[in-house]
């Protein structure tokens, strides 16, 4: 690859850690429009932590139907789906107790956090923006189409964000 890629190290871990959560999330995509009679939806799954990107955390909780591709997550995002199964009841199975959910619910999450920490991960303007209501979660990402290769979800600019306002 020396004549052909000269992306350095880092960039080629890059792409070997994003085909490859990739390749995990078509086998993923696979199985559950296969199973689609058992599945409620697909839940987008972020590891909530430090770490974790304001695009990730925008999109963590929302629902998809089952089958469906992705999540269409940034190069290097740790995302992935979760299935959701149906209901006991749903399946046609009556008197059993459903589990309680066992996921992080991400408005909980946040609320956790300090408005330090909460800047620290979605930048101060994002962060006011949202505690002040102006802008929903939703409101921080865009699907973007990427030529050869998937499409990805973007981070909106702040100056956008704050363009929505008005």
């Known amino acids: 690859t020396q004549g052909r890629f000269e992306g350095g190290l880092s960039r080629a871990m890059a ?3 994003t085909e490859t959560l ?3 999330r078509a086998a993923s995509t696979a199985a559950s429009a296969a199973n689609t009679e058992v599945l409620a939806g697909r839940r987008w ?5 430090s770490r974790t990107c304001p695009i990730c955390i925008s999109k963590h909780g929302r ?3 089952p089958g469906t591709d992705g999540p269409y997550d940034h190069v290097n995002g740790r995302c992935c789906f979760t299935d959701i199964t ?3 009841s749903e399946l046609g199975i009556d008197g059993i107790d459903e589990p309680a959910p066992i996921w992080t ?3 909980a999450w946040w609320d956790t956090l300090t408005p330090s920490a909460q800047a620290s991960l979605v930048g101060k303007g994002r962060a006011e923006l949202l505690a002040s209501g102006r802008v929903r ?3 921080l ?9 998937r499409p990805t979800f973007r981070l909106k600019p702040l100056q956008e964000l704050v363009a929505l306002e008005d």
Request: no cysteine; proline share 3%; charged share 25%.
């Open 15 to 17: 792409i070997a850690r």
């Open 22 to 24: 990739d390749a995990y």
């Open 45 to 49: 799954t972020a590891a909530l932590g």
């Open 63 to 65: 629902i998809y139907p």
């Open 86 to 88: 149906k209901s006991w």
């Open 105 to 107: 619910d991400r408005d």
């Open 137 to 139: 979660w939703e409101s």
């Open 141 to 149: 990402t865009e699907l973007q189409q990427n030529v050869g290769w």
